[in-house]
């Protein structure tokens, strides 16, 4: 506990409602004080403990927030553009281990104690931080104050409503950082992407003692790759760090392209995990697929959907942002089945017991997002027509066809030109494939 010493050991129920109080030591007169807890369920989340110590001696207070949860399989990123003031008020999550960016500024606040508020409120806190020495900056060290002064002049532009757009994220390890989602987040203005944690991201979180940080994993060096032949590569589960192995197969995907099929299942801690791994050169351009779902028998077509991937519905109001779901080789039915359960659980508390007073859905959003899923699981069993579009830029993504030869006439396929935005997220705006030789030789880069 950030606010406390070493507390009496005290049982917790997160399904429990009610606040628990134990003696603590104050850090800041060493005396007795109090140590509140309150197991609370957080919509779109998971179980989290608020903790506010006061001490009745010297009036310090502290207040802070912790998962109530295990460390996840894998650790998480949100992003989220705000545009108008109402996004200010999105509810945020910020573990001990989370760190929260404002992109626009290359501001970071670095891990420290977990925090339960929205985005104007972790953006005040920030700005109240950088303002509480400013008095003393101005006169020992003008240069940064006058530079930390640029930065709290934009801070309060944004908390005024006066610097849309702008974006921020929180990059967690554990996981246990979120991001509040609403069913009108379009486009680009809300991400998740869930990704394996490094072996050292696994020190800090203490799944493996330091000095395990260095050791390397067994690989296929000169191993000829046959199709269809499956491969076992000695690894560590990302969940835990216990040793498990990685199937590897090699497989040919009809009128595409071969593909890399990779699963992972950990016999310590359970981790499952499938992914599929597309190769060869970057395509001039990106390319979208649109299916017609029509009847049945449409489901069970294979799709590939790449990592780099973004799967779109207009009539499902419906669109996964490239690294949501990573690699997926299925069928059109598992694919949206996999959506769906990955939103429901986000979105939906789906353990035992209610909801803590005041912490509750409200009626209008759980009304909206309730007839999204009906909508979502009609769609799952193509009660109504309608189309699904994958847009790849790196043109990795594939759509079965349902004829020997010629075009599927429920499948439209089109090339397009990459953004800007796209060649950055990809890494190819600073790519260098032609002279890099020459340039290393002369110092350069």
């Known amino acids: 506990m950030a606010a406390t010493g070493t507390p009496s050991v005290v049982h917790v129920d997160p399904n429990e409602v ?27 989340f998971k179980d989290v403990l608020l903790e506010s110590f006061s001490c009745e001696h010297c009036g310090w207070e502290n207040k802070t927030v912790k998962s109530a949860g295990q460390i996840q399989e894998k ?20 573990s001990d281990t989370g760190v929260f960016r ?7 606040m670095p891990p420290g104690p977990g925090q339960l508020t929205n985005l104007e409120g972790i953006i005040i806190k920030i700005k109240t931080d950088l303002e509480y020495d400013q008095p003393e900056r101005k006169k020992t060290t003008p240069d ?4 930390l002064e640029a930065i709290i002049q934009r801070l309060g532009k944004m ?11 929180v990059d967690d390890p554990s996981g246990n950082s979120f991001v509040e989602p609403s069913p009108d987040d379009k486009g680009s203005k809300y991400s998740r992407l869930d990704y394996p944690r490094t072996r050292a991201q696994n020190a800090q979180l203490g799944l493996i003692a330091d000095d395990e940080i260095e050791k390397g994993d067994d690989g296929l060096n000169d191993v000829d790759v046959i199709n269809d032949q499956i491969y076992e590569l000695h690894s560590e589960c990302p969940a835990c760090s216990k040793p498990c192995t990685i199937n590897m197969k090699k497989t040919n995907v009809p009128h595409f392209k071969d593909v890399i099929i990779m699963a992972t299942v950990c016999d310590y801690c359970g981790y499952k995990t499938n992914d599929v791994k597309t190769g060869g050169e970057i395509p001039e351009k990106g390319r979208r697929i649109t299916l017609d ?16 991937c973004a799967l779109k519905s207009q009539d499902l109001g419906l669109e996964v942002q490239p690294g949501t779901l990573g690699g997926r080789f299925t069928t059109v039915e598992g694919l949206l089945t996999q959506v769906r359960e990955q939103l429901h659980n986000q979105i939906f508390d789906i353990g035992d017991g209610d909801l803590a007073p005041g912490d509750s859905m409200a009626d209008q959003t759980k009304e909206r997002w309730g007839k999204f899923f009906d909508k979502l699981d009609r769609a799952i069993k193509a009660e109504f027509p309608y189309s699904i579009t994958l847009e790849d830029p790196l043109a990795n993504s594939y759509v079965q066809k349902r004829v020997d030869s010629g075009e599927d006439p429920q499948i439209k396929s089109e090339e397009y030109q990459r953004s800007d935005e796209d060649n950055e997220d990809l890494g190819l705006t600073d790519m260098k494939t032609e002279g890099y030789e020459t340039a290393n030789a002369n110092g350069s880069t």
């Open 293 to 308: 779902v029509k009847t049945v028998e449409d489901l069970s077509r294979d799709i590939l959907k790449s990592e780099t």
């Open 102 to 108: 404002i992109e626009d500024l290359d501001l970071e």
């Open 18 to 44: 009610g606040v628990y109080e134990i003696q603590s030591l104050c850090m800041n007169c060493r005396d007795q004080g109090v140590t509140r807890i309150l197991p609370i369920k957080i919509p779109y």
């Open 159 to 169: 908390l005024q409503g006066e610097a849309f757009p702008f974006t921020v994220s």
């Open 144 to 147: 940064v104050y006058n530079a």
């Open 75 to 94: 650790g998480s990123r949100y992003t989220f553009r705000l545009d108008k003031p109402q996004d200010l008020q999105r509810q945020i999550v910020r």
